[in-house]
């Protein structure tokens, strides 16, 4: 059974400054893997998802890396700003068309202006 | 741009009661999906439909659930005698524009659903 732990829980930084979330995941035989970010009360938006074959999916200041065989993956946050204030999870998929993500608990980050 | 669109936005109902949760996914997507999140904890996996068929569920998706796309644009998730334990928010999300993608789902604002 797959298990997805985020590190840090909660992450509190000045404006402008770079940062990395980190994801792990037991179950190394994944299709793909995406980060999502959630905002207080709303629904989930993908931000990135990087495929199984590739290393890594860049998306303007988002940066994810995957590294399969040790089961972690990478969200790397440039230039942080007070808008990027949210939750952040990460979810591995194990099955071909999407199916099934196991979610982890998130990432609560905050950028202080 | 296209979204996943949810209703009702919250739901309050007593125990044993029949609800329904409604969602019209992006309209050229192929896979429909149900999560859910109770306050606090992860997002789970319950049901994800393909084809018109359930394509796989979690354990939590008992009997007391269906879904069902009772038209080209709507699917919806049925609880039959809703538990205390099934109060959570729940998310529809759809994703795949072709029956090889492998792509972002698209996940909907949620109905927030209390059970009294």
């Known amino acids: 059974k797959q298990e997805v732990t985020q590190i840090p829980a909660a992450l509190s930084v000045p404006e402008g400054e770079n940062l990395v979330l980190n994801c792990s995941f037991t179950?190394?035989?994944?299709?793909?893997l995406q980060w999502f970010r959630q905002d207080p009360g709303k629904g989930l938006t993908s931000l990135l998802l990087?495929?199984?074959?590739?290393r890594e999916q860049t998306s303007g200041r988002l940066n994810a890396s995957l590294d399969k065989s040790s089961g972690r993956s990478t969200l790397y946050i440039a230039a942080s700003q007070p808008g990027d204030s949210a939750t952040y999870l990460c979810?591995?998929?194990?099955?071909?068309?999407?199916?099934?993500?196991?979610f982890g608990t998130g990432t609560r980050l905050t950028i202080i202006p | 741009e296209p979204e996943v669109t949810q209703t009702p936005s919250h739901q309050v109902t007593q125990m044993g009661q029949e609800v329904i949760l409604r969602c019209v996914p992006i309209?050229?997507?192929?896979?429909f999906y149900w999560y859910r999140q109770i306050l606090g904890q992860k997002v789970e996996f319950l049901v994800s439909?393909?084809?018109?068929?359930?394509?796989?569920k979690s354990e939590i998706f008992d009997d007391q659930f269906s879904v069902e796309r009772p038209d080209g644009s709507n699917f919806t998730l049925k609880i039959r005698s809703t538990k205390l334990e099934d109060s959570a928010m729940y998310f529809c999300?759809?994703?795949?524009?072709?029956?090889?993608?492998?792509?972002?789902?698209?996940f909907g604002s949620g109905t927030q659903l209390s059970v009294l």
């Open positions: 999300a759809s994703s795949g524009v072709t029956d090889l993608d492998n792509e972002k789902l698209f």
């Open positions: 179950d190394s035989a994944i299709y793909n």
């Open positions: 990087i495929q199984s074959s590739q």
């Open positions: 979810a591995p998929c194990s099955n071909f068309g999407n199916e099934k993500l196991t």
């Open positions: 309209s050229n997507h192929l896979y």
């Open positions: 439909f393909y084809n018109n068929e359930i394509s796989e």
